[in-house]
Structure formats: structure tokens, C-alpha cells
């Protein structure tokens, strides 16, 4: 028998190694592909939806045209002017209106003042859902939104060269997008933390980088601070901004996009376009409780995890003090109460915004009728506000836990309207959060944080739920909230609901 045993396993292992011989050998035979590939196909296989959406939106008003329009837009009898491009959705250029005006096709009426205007919109959203194996999904998505407006007066000034001018140019806009900005999140802030102290130190290096590509400064050190170049000093627009989204998003000083200025007088240009939108994400799986292992204790089990993150520059609009004397591309006026370059736009305060809600959370409900969750959150909201000159950091964390308990036929411990048993559902939920939130304002220039707002909010809330009927349900609910406050203005509050709902349904 030994004997017979032995031959087996020996036959068995050589058919195993015929079977890994034969499948090397199909190998060979087939071309190799590439990794590039290989990972490619992989990731088609995993993708089962994809959407993308791209909206653009634009629209100018001429005003003084005096041409007319025979067909389809244009004046056949003159050159077809204004132009098919026109017609069908170009959007002027200064140059484009300097060309009008050359031809005689705008007006030069002394009290004409009707202003030239444009608006243009573009946004992005994409989105994507992958399953890399059974009840594991993924959901991807990417937004970019992009807004601005024009307004100028373009006018023929007879006593002025007998010449057109374009008078107080104006433009506002707005741009927001998807960001992700993991590495410092869960690094503690303050005027004192290492990520402050990073986009501090992050000056210098961007300044050098603006100073060495501005031609009107060509590196000259800056005559109040060496240590910065002249016009970009501690306190400039256009330094801050790359420090800042730089320090916050983790990134090197030397590759931080900076704001782009050669194209401001294109509509459809964005002075933020080198800022790419990055994706959030929502991941969920629900194959935990069909593993063998967890099969007899759990009816569902599914874990969450989700992240979302914007950066905003809201409001920004242009300076009327800008100027680019050689059309150079960059600025060249310095404001001498600052130092600084005045920048084509200016931009009130641009703002971070990330949260992982939850980081890591599941909901679950076992085979005897008991539910829990639980959900771990995490905020961060970082605003650089260059007006007054201040980080304004928010950070939250929030814990939460439940749990639950279904229970029929429950023997009451003293009769209630003749009953003594419960013949329904019985539901009983337990909830507890703790939620920390705090909010510091750092000053850069006295480079001092204080806390300005913020409570530590404790939350218990057991609920109880009895179906009576098809028509009535029965809930006894008690909700409690304490708040302490990090601040002496704010005082400690504390917040108590109790009560009984009786909820009846009419419909037959």
C-alpha cells in the first residue's frame, strides 16, 4: 500500500508539472506584451463606466457695429464682415477690435459709451466607476470650473491722435476644482507647525523663480530684503499663492505652478490653467460577509471609504493699475507703498478644502439581529486670505458608533393596554459621536496663531422603535448634545430632546 501511495503521488506531481510545462510553452509562443499593456487591459477589464462631461459657454456684445447683415450673419457685399468665425462663436480679441476699427466698421461718435462686453464659462466633470474583483467598487471623479467676464469701453477719441483706445478693460471671474492634498492633512497647523513654517520659508524660493523669469526684473534682489527679488517680496499676490498651495498640497517650492499672465487678454484664458483638477474618490466593498470564515455571524458587512477635496479662487478681478509696458507678458508697475508688482488680477483669498468622510467606516448586521457602524471623519478647511495677510485653518474630527438590536416577542415586565408580550418588531438604536472642531488664524505678519472658534461636541442618542401596525409606529427617542468650547467669549452649552412619536398613515 505504501508502495501504491507513493506511485500515486509521483504521477500526480509529474502531471502537475506537464501542466506548468504546456503553459509555459503557450507563452513562448505568444508575443509578449508589454507591461504598459498588460496593465492597460487590466484596467479595461476593471472599468464598467465612464462619463465625461465638457460645457463651454460664451457670448460677446459689440456695440457700434456699423455694418448690416444680409445672410447668414455676415455682409456678403462687403468682404462678408464681421466674419464667419465671428458669427459662429469666435470670441474677440483686442487685436480682433483694433482690426474692426482699422476698417471703418465701428463707430466714432463722440457720445457713443455703450461698453464691449464678453462672458465665458468651461466645466469639467468626469467620472468613472471600477470593480477590480466582486462587490469591490470604486468611484472616481474629477470637476473643473471656470468663469470670467469682460467689460471695457472701446471708443474713438477724435482729441486724443484720432484714435481708438480701450478704456477701463474690467474682468471678474471665479475658478474651482477637484485637488487632493493628502500629505499634510494630518499634520497639526498653527503659526509654530511644520506645514506653516513650510509655506513660509516657501517664499523665498518662489520669488527667486519669479524674479528670474520677469524680464523687468531679471533677478535684481529686492532693495528692502535681499533675500527676496525686487517686485516679489514676502508680501506679494503672485509669491503667496504658489508658497501657499505648495506648502498645504506637500509639492516642491521649484515646480509649483505660478500664474500665467502671457494670455489675459483672451477671454477663454484661464491665468490658473496650469493648476490641474485631480480626482476624489468613494470606495465601497460588501463581499466581507460572504467569505466562508464570516458567512454564519454576518448578514451584511460593508466598508466605506470616501475623499473629496477643492481648491477655490473665488472673486478675483483685475487691477487698474496693471501694466506691461513692452507687452512682455508680465508685469512691470510697482506699487510703491508695497513693493510689489501689481498682477493683472487680484485675487481676494483662494481656499482648501479636503475631508476623508469617513476615512474608514462600515455598517454591519450580524445573524442575531444586532447592527453596529461605526465612521471615523476627518476636515480640513486652510484659506489664504490676501487681503489682510492671514492663513485661516479649520481642522475637524468626528467619531461615530452605533448600534442596534431587533427583537420580537419581548416580555414586558408589567402589563401595558392589556398586553404582556410584544408581538412585533421591537427596534433599539444606541448613537454616540464626539466631533472635535477647531479653527486658528495665523497672522503672517506678526506670525502669531490664535485660536478663534471651535467646541468639542459629545453626542449620545438611543432611540427605541415598536411597529404596532401596518398603519402605526410607535418611537421613544432621547438626544443629548454637550458642547465645551475652546474660546473664553463662548460658554459650554448643552442641549437635551426627549419625547414620544406616535406616526399613523392614513392611506388605505
Known amino acids: 500500500k505504501e508502495k501504491e501511495a507513493a506511485k500515486a503521488k509521483a504521477e500526480k506531481e509529474k502531471r502537475k508539472r506537464d501542466r506548468i510545462a504546456k503553459r509555459k510553452a503557450r507563452r513562448a509562443s505568444v508575443p509578449q506584451m508589454n507591461q504598459g499593456v498588460r496593465t492597460g487591459l487590466k484596467l479595461l477589464t476593471m472599468l464598467k463606466r465612464v462619463t465625461v462631461n465638457y460645457t463651454e459657454n460664451a457670448g460677446t456684445i459689440l456695440p457700434g457695429y456699423m455694418d448690416s447683415t444680409t445672410n447668414l450673419g455676415v455682409d456678403f457685399g462687403n468682404n462678408y464682415e464681421p466674419g464667419f468665425d465671428f458669427v459662429y462663436g469666435y470670441q474677440p480679441t483686442q487685436i480682433w477690435l483694433e482690426q474692426q476699427a482699422a476698417k471703418g466698421l465701428l463707430s466714432k461718435d463722440s457720445v457713443f459709451n455703450a461698453q464691449f462686453q464678453q462672458q465665458y464659462s468651461q466645466n469639467i466633470n468626469a467620472s468613472a466607476t471600477l470593480e477590480p474583483f466582486n462587490e469591490f467598487r470604486i468611484d472616481l471623479s474629477l470637476t473643473s470650473n471656470f468663469s470670467k467676464n469682460h467689460n471695457e469701453l472701446f471708443k474713438y477719441l477724435a482729441d486724443k491722435n484720432a484714435q481708438y483706445y480701450h478704456l477701463n478693460p474690467y474682468e471678474t471671474g471665479s475658478f474651482t476644482m477637484s485637488y487632493i492634498g493628502l500629505s499634510t492633512l494630518f499634520k497639526s497647523g498653527g503659526a509654530n507647525s511644520a506645514v506653516y513654517n513650510k509655506f513660509l520659508s516657501n517664499r523665498e524660493t518662489v520669488s527667486h523663480r519669479l524674479g528670474g523669469s520677469n524680464p523687468y526684473t531679471n533677478n535684481t534682489p529686492d532693495p528692502n530684503d535681499p533675500n527676496y527679488t ?59 460577509s460572504r467569505l466562508p470564515v464570516f458567512t454564519p455571524i454576518l448578514n451584511t458587512f460593508v466598508l466605506n471609504h470616501a475623499y473629496t477635496g477643492t481648491m477655490s479662487m473665488n472673486s478675483f478681478v483685475t487691477s487698474l ?142 432611540t427605541i422603535d415598536y411597529i404596532v401596525n401596518d398603519r402605526l409606529t410607535l418611537r421613544l427617542f432621547f438626544d443629548r448634545n454637550q458642547s465645551i468650547p475652546y474660546v473664553s467669549s463662548s460658554f459650554p452649552i448643552t442641549t437635551t430632546r426627549a419625547g414620544l412619536v406616535l406616526r399613523f398613515i392614513f392611506a388605505q
Do not use: C
Not at 498645504?248 to 490653467?273: C, H, M, T, W
Not at 476627518?378 to 485661516?392: A, E, F, G, W
Not at 502669531?448 to 459629545?458: C, D, E, F, P, S
Open 230 to 288: 525686487k517686485g516679489y517680496t514676502q508680501y506679494s499676490q503672485d509669491v503667496l499663492i504658489p508658497s501657499f498651495i505648495a506648502a498645504y498640497s506637500g509639492d516642491n517650492p521649484n515646480e509649483v505652478a505660478l500664474i500665467d499672465y502671457s494670455s489675459q487678454n483672451n477671454i477663454r484664458k484661464n491665468p490658473f490653467k496650469y493648476y490641474t483638477p485631480m480626482p476624489n474618490w468613494r470606495i465601497q466593498y460588501n463581499g466581507l
Open 321 to 462: 493699475y496693471y501694466q506691461d509696458v513692452y507687452a512682455l507678458g508680465y508685469p512691470s508697475f510697482i506699487d510703491s507703498n508695497s513693493g510689489n508688482y501689481v498682477p493683472f488680477f487680484q485675487v481676494p483669498n483662494i481656499t482648501i478644502t479636503e475631508a476623508f468622510s469617513p476615512l474608514i467606516g462600515f455598517d454591519a448586521a450580524f445573524k442575531n439581529n444586532v447592527t453596529a457602524k461605526f465612521e471615523y471623519n476627518r476636515r480640513r478647511t486652510v484659506s489664504l486670505s490676501l487681503v489682510d495677510y492671514q492663513v485661516s485653518e479649520t481642522n475637524s474630527t468626528e467619531y461615530t458608533i452605533g448600534f442596534g438590536y431587533r427583537v420580537r416577542g419581548l416580555k414586558l415586565p408589567f402589563e401595558i393596554l392589556g398586553l404582556k408580550t410584544l408581538k412585533n418588531d421591537m427596534t433599539i438604536k444606541v448613537d454616540v459621536g464626539l466631533r472635535d472642531d477647531r479653527t486658528t488664524n495665523n497672522y503672517l505678519a506678526q506670525n502669531i496663531g490664535i485660536t478663534t472658534r471651535g467646541q468639542r461636541v459629545i453626542r449620545i442618542a438611543p
